[in-house]
């Protein structure tokens, strides 16, 4: 089903599963919360490694589509999976009448020895494809390139074997400067990527998740946003109150510009979600009627 047939832009969000079992209901208090926002989709990360797919990922992509009736999108990582365990997951997601999968390879751990049925992401894609075409796919991708690229061309390459694979729309990593979003926007057009291509913004509200990003992140940090967190690193909330006005103003440039959609980064905080909706939400409605669509099925 296509869940924006009026061709809006698109507003989603993502959320993770919590470290453990015992902290579970307070994600599910923020769920709960943004309930009213009425988000096009939530996608539902992989990334904790204590919990099983199932027991994690899988529970809560349920949870928001039974309690909240909102779409909901799983990430599934290729590198530790094998056709068993994607054979188990699809069966699982089909029964309980989830269609939506954001395919990556996903992290690589140098302790834990990787699975070798699916390389790639795009193996994984086909994989799912071929196993059920009913399953629309988001892939992920990176406007200032892979890190693992060996260049631009590399990467806007296995990018487009991923949308060839099956790929049905993109959501790329954070980004904090619109400008290389636009030209990455543009190479994916010339070489024949025209799925759509959703901007992945993540607002920074504190200075541990600041200092992380500039430590692990493959981002460049514009001059703008330095200075944000130069200023504001000792006043926490400054520091938040900045850090959603920079990510406000990205979106706001983002719509205008006719971007397919924002997927906002929330970390499990309904209170972000709630700023960002309450700044933007009109210009979601006022996007254009020529707007490319965005293909979830449901």
Known sequence: MNLLENKKASLSFEVFPPSSKATIDGLYS?????????????SVTCSNRQLSLEDSTVKIATHIQTHHQVPSIVHLSAAYLNK??????????HQKKIHNILALRGDLYPE???GTDFLYAGDLIAYIKEWDQSFSISAACYPEGHPESANTIADIYHLREKVQAG????ITQLFFDNDLFYQFQEKCWLAGIDVPIIAGIMPVVNKRQAERI?????VQLPKKFLAILDKYADNPIALRDAGLAYAIDQIVDLVTQGVSGIHLYTMNQAEIARSIYNATHSLFASTVENQQPISISS
């Open 30 to 42: 923020s769920l709960q919360q943004m309930e009213d926002l009425r988000p096009d989709f939530i």
């Open 84 to 93: 068993g365990d994607v054979d188990q997951v699809l069966e699982s997601l």
């Open 112 to 114: 834990i020895p990787r």
């Open 167 to 170: 790929a049905d729309q993109l």
């Open 214 to 218: 500039i430590r692990t992140a493959n």
